[in-house]
């Protein structure tokens, strides 16, 4: 494993080398025949994680320069490969799984359809009909008029409330091209698949979608086929993307998420750091930001930040007359059995599902989803930790309505387009009012009514306080940090990855804000920093108190929703600047309705132990992976290859993931109730998978 990664560190080297000029390398290609060779010598066991650093290497290889001849790699570069082993085929199955997370899974096959260039007049009215709609949410109308006439935006409008229209619009109006960046892949492909589907003219590159798929999209943006492109930031640090789009006049650049820069700690992304220097690249276009989440504070921030120009700010939509919005709070002992009474009551309502469950651990997202399993609940976990193809495969049956609760971190939701959830339950106090009202919003988007429900306990907000205080840093620490980074860098200049640890993520935003050092990304994920000087201390301070500050007004916001008596409609609104009077269609909230309640109060609820409930706590679902060895290791694989089979050329997840054909064939069920207790298992498994699964056990 150290030959590799040594190998895969020099080409890193070599590729960021090559890359400045237009010529391939030849010791470039030396380097990735060296790392072929290195990854042929890699027990199984290290593939896995070979695999990581190779992918981290892909765009790099991708963006190489062209060869000189113009001619496709010889077999002396590009080797015929080899049979693939059993742990290659897992990696792919994986892989697959990645993508489909990412809704890249199944873009070329999108149905080809006669493009429909728009020639009518740049009137917002004509566009709206052009798309096949005939209304305007709030606030959209303003912001499609406004790009229209090239002034700049600032688009704050909930999730679900439509910002996506609001470039759209503008983009399909002109030949001119119109620029959509997003951090989010599963996002974006669902824009440019629907978009697509429609004949628009429309393009995306991301990683995860190849080469070949890259080479087209940008050619289509080139020859000016492509009206829109929709990209990520790091495209900005891309020679191939740069130079396919001065190839056309840009007169839009639409921003989504654009509360990425000015975010401090986790969600610090640098790369948006580079967005305002693009905007001068591409000839001052007209920019719209878009976000669901900003405060005025962080508005005003994006707005200096990106330079904006007397821009028009929208703050509407954000009242969802469809929702109702519940806070029930829970003390003392017996809290969680209380809550997972009152979960399971309401779930139990067919009325209520589907649905979503937020909760703020892995460990109680596994808790919660099997508490429901053992009442007789279609549900199923998802978080971080699980096996892409495990999130791939319940994803999938939620899509379907395989499984209709899934109980989840914040880790799903984004680029998930399900129209008929019926409530949104949060486990626990989240972060902030805007994590919260980003979940909630992903209830009821076909309009029917919907509801969402928060379980508050003051024993939460230990927890919050905890990570305030986690991600707190001192002055001190950030002018070490700066120290630090200069004692490694040659005369200022350095590369280094990006840092997970979110202290260090909040220490490299403060000294970026004080302008002791620049941030820009570079190639690979990795970021280049320039020294400028050591932090001015009383700057430093400032800051420090700036970023601790943003979590305790968060905490502030989030608590005061939980606990006051106010309307909970009104406080949402209230929060996110929108004037508008709310204007529930149905039952408000709990403060506002309370003789129309639907849930019990929390104090009456008698907790008994049914033997439902102890059967769900005992389940291997919250036991330690299972360790198959010989007979049960044996039969695995032959479930693995059923399952290829039976996939009949689609991903494995779409039939199961690993960790059901685990369970599968370290207990063996006999019938099909047995199997339909299998974790993963749900009526379609057994409707066209069961009779074969228990043919195949009963032979083995």
Known sequence: MLEFEANAARLRGLLTAEAKGDERDPEVDAGLSELRAAWK???????????????????????????????????????????????????????????????????????ATETRSYNGPAEANALLAHVGLDSFRPGQREAVEAALAGRDSMIVMPTGGGKSLCYQLPGLASPELTIVVSPLIALMADQWRKLAEAGHPVEMVASGLGAARTR????????????IIYC?????????????????????????????????????????????????????????????????????????????????????????????????????????????????????????????????????????????????LLAAPYHAGLAPDERASTQLRFMTGDADVIVATNAFGMGVDKANVRSVWHWAIPSSVEAYYQEAGRAGRDGAPARAALLASRSDLGRLVRFIEQRKVDPTSVISYVERLNARSDHGALELDNPRDDADRIRLAIAERVGAIDVEPAIGGRLTITVNRRPDRAETEAACRIATDRGWQAYRAVEKYAFSEACRRRQLLDHFGDSTPGAPEGRCCDACDPDTAWLPDPETITVTRSGKRSKAKKSKAAAPAIDLAGADAELFERLRAWRTAAAKGKPAYTVANDRTLTEIAASRPSDEGALADIHGVGPAFIKRHASDVLNLLSEA
Not at 61 to 79: I, K, L, Y
């Open 41 to 111: 010598r890699l027990p199984a066991e290290d593939r896995a994680l070979a695999g990581e650093i190779s992918a981290s290497l892909k765009e790099l290889v991708e963006g190489r320069p062209a060869a000189q001849n113009g001619n496709d790699p010889g077999p002396e570069e590009s080797p015929l490969p080899e049979p693939p082993t059993e742990a290659e085929l897992r990696m792919d199955e994986q892989r697959e799984a990645r993508l489909a997370l990412q809704g890249l899974d199944g873009l070329t096959k999108v149905a």
């Open 216 to 227: 087209e999209a940008l050619n289509r943006v080139g020859d000016g086929s492509a009206r």
């Open 232 to 376: 990520s930031p790091e495209r900005f640090g891309s020679t191939a993307f740069l130079d396919a789009i001065s190839q056309r006049d840009v007169d839009l650049l639409a921003i989504d998420e654009a509360h990425c820069i000015s975010e401090w700690g986790h969600d610090f992304r640098p790369d948006y750091l580079r967005l305002p220097k693009a905007v001068a690249r591409l000839g001052r276009p007209t920019v719209m930001a878009c976000t669901a989440t900003a405060t005025a504070e962080v508005a005003e921030e994006v707005r200096s930040r990106l330079g904006l120009e007397s821009p028009l700010e929208i703050r509407s939509g954000f009242d969802r007359p469809n929702l109702s919005f519940d806070t029930l709070t829970f003390e003392g002992t017996g809290t969680k059995a209380r809550k997972l009474a009152i979960l399971e009551q309401a779930l139990k309502d067919a009325a209520n599902r589907p649905a979503i469950v937020y909760c703020g651990t892995r460990r109680d997202t596994e808790e919660v989803a099997e508490a429901m399993r053992g009442a007789g």
